[in-house]
């Protein structure tokens, strides 16, 4: 997306660009949508170093232009971890001019030219899977998504939608995360099933030592139960004039 023509050691690196443009987001749904997005990946790809799930940071694209800044974006092919102090700001020319595979933008209470500008930004850029998220859209689907088919981008429909490249589809259903019930997205397999988030997973682990505890608990019962049956099996013999243990 570079559109001159720099010598690498002319461009600037991620260290001495701005990491932040300092404006907060327009509200929470931008920050815990994409952030539940990349925790679940996180799970799912744990010993994967092929990816990078940027939340709310930067993509510069050509050292005279400012970052564009997208809610949540994935890139395949790119290391995982650059070093301890992690990523500032995702640089094309430092990711070998690799693109989002996938962007997301949500929606806030105003527009913010996804549906125009940012759209033919990224459709240029070369993200090929291009997610709106709106809560707020009464007469269309919360979902608009878009596949980049010869430089231009073509509505995908379905809940969840499929993503062969990175063989993960992306849908959105009711659910609860950090206490909050309402309509969330996820990641599912191709079988259309819903891959767990890691609250369900710790949840899950949880009731499954209780389901434990409680087997152990009832067999120890059984066991006290049955000791209790042969105590007064053997003070009836003993009142018989019977020896228990010769009977």
């Known amino acids: ?3 001159k023509y720099y010598p690498w050691q002319c461009l600037p690196s991620s260290e001495e660009l701005p990491d932040s443009d300092d404006t907060p987001v327009d509200n929470e749904l931008q920050d815990l949508m994409p952030s539940l997005l990349k925790m679940i990946l996180a799970s799912l790809w744990k010993d994967r170093m092929d990816w990078f799930f940027g939340v709310d940071m930067g993509i510069y694209y050509d050292p005279e232009e400012p970052a564009i800044v997208p809610d949540g974006f994935l890139s395949i092919g790119v290391e995982r971890i650059v070093d301890e102090e992690l990523r500032l700001s995702y640089v094309l020319w430092e ?5 989002p ?3 997301l933008e949500v929606v806030s209470r105003r527009y913010r030219g996804e549906y125009s500008r ?14 709106i998220y709106s809560s707020r859209r009464r007469r269309k ?4 998504a878009y596949k980049l088919v010869n430089g231009e981008y073509v509505p995908l429909m379905g809940n969840p939608i499929w993503l062969p490249e990175i063989n993960l589809g992306i849908g959105r259903e009711r659910g609860t995360h950090q206490g909050i019930t309402r309509e969330w997205l996820y990641w599912y397999d191709q079988a259309g099933q819903r891959y767990p988030t890691p609250e369900e997973r710790v949840e899950e682990a949880e009731q499954r030592v209780e389901e434990a505890e409680q087997r152990v608990e009832e067999a120890e019962q059984r066991a006290e139960q049955a000791e ?3 105590a007064r099996l053997a003070a009836q013999l003993q009142a018989l004039g ?3 243990d010769n009977v």
Not at 118 to 131: D, H, I, P, R, S
Not at 141 to 144: C, F, G, L, Q, R
């Open 242 to 244: 019977l020896d228990p």
């Open 228 to 230: 209790q049956r042969a």
């Open 95 to 99: 990711e070998n001019n690799i693109p």
């Open 101 to 103: 595979i996938f962007v």
């Open 118 to 131: 940012k759209k033919a930004f990224y459709a240029e850029l070369g993200v090929l899977y291009y997610f």
């Open 141 to 144: 689907p919360p979902i608009e």
């Open 1 to 3: 997306m570079l559109k």
